[in-house]
């Protein structure tokens, strides 16, 4: 008997249904919830994910963008492939697991690698937390969610925009949608990091974002000299649209364990605007960071010294040496990926934990890196104690006929915070209720500005302009069908923390009250039958993307104009209905149905067919028909 052929199918068979007792369900393995999301609280908008990648590779049809951007609204992009390795010895086997990693596909690399990914449960998500949430105080759970919802006070939000996921190390590749690829060369350290990222808009502190990552050691086997690894494939580059690179360097910080990353100036990717770089830190760990037992290796290689396995992975983040700088090796830069490690730890027990802290940086040149990159380790070592501002109110906008009206009245049904109410402990001046008062903003542009001011109300103390509190406003002289968006912050009063320091009034930060409105015909205002058309006529030879932006990118991650972003709309509409467009000659163009579940009666066309194609010039008409029969014709006219 070929016992050899039976253990073969055994495993055979074992992998291929281990998905479905995974999952519990009877499909052809679904991938897990597999999540990214953008830091956008400060300077520094970087992208994270639930599988340990600063890359959302899997997240192919939601429309990325830029994952790693500085300075805001550049079209710079920082990094290709990033994230963290996790290294350990385990009876003698060195063993490695990769959040990330890119191997070159010739010469016997595996391309692009991922050892850790979510699970199918409520958990495996991105949660965003924010120190403005109202955070129940009795909530407790071995995970950081517990079966109420409720969040365990370990992982309470340290900032106003907190990220929290988990993942596990696997042989299983859960990203995609069809049979399961299995890492036949990859033996799991049985890890579970759980992931907390966030940032601060303080202006000390305002182009970092930090990382934490709680391992935990769910297998049965001790780990022993563990290393941490900061792994970069990176890419800088004027232009997200530039394929061409080859001009980036890396240099090391030994003093601060930190890897700073820069590009050459010119070559095919441009020049960074101000000498733009990105550095991590390594700021917390399970040993002093800075003491002489954490022994950090710093190492930069091209493509075709990639490895190719965890022997060759774990020798390269253990050597315990400091490569060059690449500036002294390859003066011209070069297409380069690197990594830093720091180690060893351990020996960590099966149900232990160890924890570390990467500060992710960004500025103009080595001596801004370097601000803060200390003030990163300053404000880890006070535990994140930072000053803030009032969290911005709640608001709403009620859409009239060329105005919107917004309201900000506290109501008792708002969960969170009152701004009001708001107290800032980590004031010195005794001044803990340290309100002062509302700002509220307007962008024809987008959700990241750049703002108008349209109006300021502060509180009557002697501080400031005294204009006293009012919780509406109304912004009148709008267009129609046009969108606006607006923000309302909080801000406080200043603080004297000695003769010779005062830090100044801090406000919420826009994001975290930015609502998009649009106005339009309400109901009532005008004849209920009266279905227009704007603009009429609509001219091809008008620029409709100056400000106010009519006509806009429609994909996110795309700021250029493209002819599919053309767009008319058919104004005031029924709740519901079908609108037909034909020709003069009465042919049936396109088909739209329309149902108003919130937002403005309106609906938009992009001028194109139904098979997609571009209409020329003419003359239009348009049926709108209700459910109910009631039907209504209208006219337009499109010149190019």
């Known amino acids: 008997m070929n016992f050899k052929l039976i253990f073969k199918f055994i495993i055979f068979i074992g992998f291929s249904v281990l998905p479905n007792l995974l999952n519990g369900q009877g499909e052809i393995f679904p991938p897990a919830n597999l999540q990214f999301k953008k830091h956008n609280i400060n300077m520094l908008h970087v992208t994270v994910t639930n599988y340990g990648s600063g890359v959302p590779t899997y997240n192919t049809n939601d429309n990325v963008g830029i994952v790693f951007n500085y300075p805001p609204g550049s079209n710079q992009e920082l990094t290709k492939v990033s994230g963290n390795w996790l290294g350990a010895v385990v009876e003698g086997d060195t063993l490695v697991t990769q959040f990330a990693d890119y191997e070159a596909v010739g010469g016997g690399g595996r391309g692009e690698r991922f050892e850790v990914f979510p699970r199918f449960n409520k958990n495996d998500t991105i949660y965003v937390k924010s120190v403005f949430d109202d955070i129940p105080a009795d909530a407790e759970s071995k995970y950081f969610f517990n079966d109420d919802g409720l969040l365990d006070r370990r992982y309470l939000p340290k900032s106003p925009q907190d990220y929290i996921c988990q993942y596990w ?221 009032p969290p911005p109110p709640i608001f709403t906008l009620n859409s009239k006929k060329g105005k919107i009206i917004i309201n900000w009245e506290w109501k008792d049904e708002y969960s969170g915070t009152n701004p009001e109410d708001f107290e800032d402990k980590s004031r010195n001046d005794g001044i803990i209720q340290d309100f002062e008062g509302y700002r509220i903003y307007k962008s024809s542009t987008g959700p990241n500005g750049p703002w108008e001011l349209l109006a300021e109300y502060d509180k009557v103390d002697g501080f400031g302009y005294d204009t006293g509190l009012q919780y509406e406003f109304e912004d009148e002289g709008l267009v129609n069908g046009i969108r606006y968006w607006y923000s309302i912050t909080s801000y406080d009063l200043p603080e004297e923390v000695s003769d010779q320091l005062t830090i100044p009034s801090l406000e919420s930060p826009k994001i975290l009250s930015t609502v998009m409105g649009i106005p339009a015909i309400a109901k009532g205002d005008i004849d209920e039958d009266e279905v227009f058309v704007v603009p009429n006529p609509y001219r091809g030879d008008l620029d409709y993307s100056q400000d106010p932006a009519w006509e806009y990118s429609t994909q996110p991650g795309r700021s250029e104009w493209f002819e599919i972003d053309r767009r008319i709309a058919f104004m005031n509409l029924p709740t519901k209905c079908k609108i037909t467009i034909f020709t003069i000659a009465g042919y049936e163009v396109k088909s739209i149905d329309f149902q108003q579940d919130s937002g403005s009666p309106i609906a938009y066309w992009n001028l194109l067919n139904k098979n997609n194609h571009t209409v020329a010039s003419g003359l239009y008409y348009f049926v709108v028909e209700e459910p109910g029969g009631k039907s209504q014709i209208g006219k337009f006219v499109i010149v190019k």
């Open 169 to 389: 190390d696997n042989k299983i590749v859960f990203g995609v949608n069809q049979a399961p690829e299995i890492l036949e060369d990859h033996v799991p350290l049985n890890a579970r990091i759980i992931q907390r990222s966030f940032g601060y808009d303080f202006f000390l502190y305002d182009k970092i974002i930090f990382t934490e990552f709680i391992i935990i050691n769910e297998g049965t086997k001790v780990w022993n000299d563990i290393f941490f690894v900061q792994y970069n494939d990176v890419d800088l580059k004027t232009d997200v649209n530039i394929s061409s690179v080859g001009d980036d360097y890396a240099l090391f910080d030994e003093k601060r364990r930190m890897i700073i990353w820069g590009d050459m100036p010119g070559g095919p990717d441009g020049t960074m605007i101000e000498d733009t770089r990105k550095a991590y830190r390594l700021v917390g760990a399970p040993a002093d960071v800075n003491g002489n037992s954490i022994k950090p290796s710093f190492m930069h290689w091209v493509h075709s010294e990639d490895v190719s396995n965890d022997r060759e992975a774990y020798a390269r983040i253990s050597r315990n040496k400091i490569q060059p700088d690449m500036s002294s090796e390859i003066p011209t830069g070069s297409s380069t990926r690197g990594i830093f490690s720091v180690g060893p730890f351990g020996p960590t027990q099966p149900n232990d934990t160890i924890r570390f802290v990467m500060a992710t940086i960004a500025g103009y040149g080595y001596d801004e890196i370097i601000k803060y990159a200390d003030a990163a380790k300053t404000l880890y070592d006070s535990d994140f104690r930072v000053p803030l501002s």
